[in-house]
């Protein structure tokens, strides 16, 4: 059984190829071994000469139907199925280099980049594994919209999903909670798809993205349900909100400890949270590096 006070990398790079849901361009993205404490790192094999961005949330915006990490001259787009497989499987330290700005769509999952990663193995490092354990509880949003982050009386992270968007839309209610672990997630969560609805992806088309999706890249919802596609799970619209939830936290760049419950939350109020709680585990670690100077001192 793995040591989950140990950090991880990968035994052996793999790479996964797969097009960009908004330009429909061929990506590849490589995932390398790293060292110890150099965390999750992403890079562009297109652009050698820039440095690699920080998976972090200092580096991060949560964006309409997807979040992205980097500057104005240097972006990683939809990286957040990419930060859930790796955060889902345990990963704490590798280099993820793309060809592209964009992450490869696959079928709108977190499922076939997690295979992979499953496939290559982890190896343990000698540094110690980062956690942040929630002991207040904070929250963000509105009446409508929030996420609630609270303690846990057991160690790991649970997660919750509340899907609601309303009467007249044909993506039903539904609610999804889970304890992650990195089997749980492989069964539960990596598989769940990205959802829209034919609305939206008639639109989407007409401003010329996504040109190449089609109801098979990921599940498009029309009156009926899925059009020319099946679910995979009764709730999956909310075990794929849960799976970005993942990916857009594991931006606090440590392992929470607490309960995390989300209702009709996207990747902007994602964002928000990931930061606040990245503010109060770096806040947290001063501290307590402070106190440990002054005993040394001592």
């Given amino acids: 059984m793995r040591a989950l006070n140990t950090q991880h990398t990968i035994n052996a790079p793999c790479s996964i190829s797969g097009r960009g849901y908004w330009t429909g361009k061929p990506i590849t993205l490589c995932f390398l071994p790293a060292e110890a404490e150099e965390g999750i790192t992403f890079l562009r094999s297109d652009q050698p000469h820039t440095q690699a961005v920080q998976a972090v949330s200092e580096h991060a915006a949560g964006l309409s139907m997807r979040t992205q990490i980097g500057s104005e001259s240097l972006k990683f787009d939809m990286v957040e199925h990419v930060m859930a497989a790796l955060h889902g499987m345990g990963v704490d330290n590798v280099r993820v280099v793309a060809d592209s ?15 992979k990663l499953q496939g290559v193995g982890l190896r343990p490092q000698s540094a110690t594994r980062q956690y942040f354990r929630i002991n207040t509880p904070l929250r963000v949003g509105d009446d409508q919209r929030w996420i609630l ?3 846990l009386d057991a160690d790991g992270l649970e997660v919750e999903y509340q899907l609601d968007y ?7 209610q539904a609610s999804f909670r889970t304890r992650l672990t990195p089997e749980i997630f492989l069964r539960e969560l990596a598989p769940a798809r990205t959802f829209i609805t034919e609305a939206e992806a008639q639109y989407l088309q007409s401003q010329g993205l996504a040109p190449h999706a089609t109801h098979q890249d990921l599940l498009v919802f029309g009156a009926h349900g899925p059009i020319d596609n099946r679910l995979r799970f009764q709730d999956e619209c909310a075990r794929h909100k849960a799976l970005d939830l993942v990916g857009d936290l594991a931006l606090a760049g440590v392992h929470l400890l607490g309960r ?9 109020l994602n964002a928000e949270m990931t930061r606040l709680l990245r503010r109060n585990y770096l806040e947290q670690h001063a501290r307590e590096s402070h106190s440990s100077s002054k005993r040394v001192a001592a």
Wanted: proline share 12%; charged share 20%.
């Fill in 101 to 115: 700005e964009e992450m490869p769509g696959m079928d709108g999952s977190s499922f076939h980049l997690a295979l």
């Fill in 149 to 151: 982050a609270e303690p």
């Fill in 166 to 172: 309303g009467p007249d839309s044909p993506i039903g």
């Fill in 260 to 268: 995390i419950t989300a209702c009709k939350s996207g990747h902007q």
